[in-house]
């Protein structure tokens, strides 16, 4: 079974910056893309930002130009740097990831289990 970890999540000022992290493991054959989501209370999942096994990237139109998702394959993480955050970045975020596992030829969604991202002076 695969398992994705989050960390990096805490308190930070408006203007200020965070990073945050997610560690798969598990029976892992490989990883294709991953994404990082928010929920904020009262509020629908949002799409933050993903990237591609390629490496393409893509961010939602709130947070481009502000934050940075990256990946290190050899370790099975990604990361996303936060810079300039704001109120409204306040949020629990999720990483997900599609996943095949050793044992299958299929691949299939896994979710972080969030981290606390509060953005407040």
Same mark, same amino acid.
């Not at 000022?13 to 929920?39: D, F, H, N």
């Given at each position: ?11 930070? $000022? !408006? ?23 928010? $929920?904020? !209370? ?10 591609? !096994? ?25 990361y ?6 704001? !109120? ?18 299929t691949?299939?969604s ?5 981290? $606390? ?5």
């Amino acid at each position: 079974q695969v398992q994705l970890v989050e960390s990096g999540g805490g308190l930070v $000022q !408006p203007g200020g910056s965070l990073r945050l992290s997610c560690a798969a493991s598990g029976t892992i054959s490989s990883i294709g893309t991953w994404r990082w989501y928010r $929920q904020a !209370p009262g509020k629908e999942r949002e799409l933050v930002a993903a990237i591609t !096994p390629g490496g393409s990237t893509n961010y939602a139109d709130s947070v481009k130009d502000r934050f940075t998702i990256s990946r290190d394959n050899a370790r099975n993480t990604v990361y996303l740097e936060m810079t300039s955050l704001k !109120p409204e970045d306040t949020s629990v975020y999720y990483c997900n990831a599609i996943v095949r596992i050793t044992v299958s030829t299929t691949e299939r969604s896994y979710w972080g289990q969030g981290t $606390q991202v509060t953005v407040s002076s």
